[in-house]
């Protein structure tokens, strides 16, 4: 059984940062690429980082530049840095594992970000 926990949400202030953690328990033997993605209020779930098994690591264009995604593969947990948060950041962040062609999903983290 594959569990996602995410922590490290909350209330922070524009210009400010917040770092998010996920940890991966269960049979993490095979994960693949890991990412995080964030659904606001009335809109899809969109991607906005991910990293491969290898360090690749993409961002989507909205937060490249602010934002920066890391992996520890020795403690099966993720990591986002996110800095000079925007109003527009505000969401839920959810992070997803890739084991064995599966994706796995955590239960979401909330971030606001007041003006």
């Known amino acids: 059984q594959v569990k996602l926990v995410e922590s490290g949400g909350g209330l922070v202030q524009a210009g400010g940062s917040l770092t998010l953690s996920c940890a991966v328990s269960?049979?993490?033997?095979?994960?693949?690429?890991v990412g995080w993605y964030r659904q606001a209020p009335g809109k899809q779930r969109e991607l906005v980082a991910d990293?491969?098994?290898?360090?690749?690591?993409t961002y989507a264009e909205s937060v490249d530049g602010r934002f920066t995604i890391s992996r520890d593969n020795t403690k099966n947990t993720l990591h986002l840095q996110m800095n000079n948060l925007i109003p527009e950041d505000t969401a839920v962040y959810y992070c997803?594992?890739?084991?064995?062609?599966?994706?796995?999903w955590g239960q979401g983290t909330q971030v606001t970000v007041s003006s």
């Open positions: 269960g049979d993490t033997f095979s994960i693949n690429a």
């Open positions: 990293i491969t098994s290898a360090g690749m690591d």
């Open positions: 997803k594992a890739e084991i064995n062609w599966t994706d796995y």
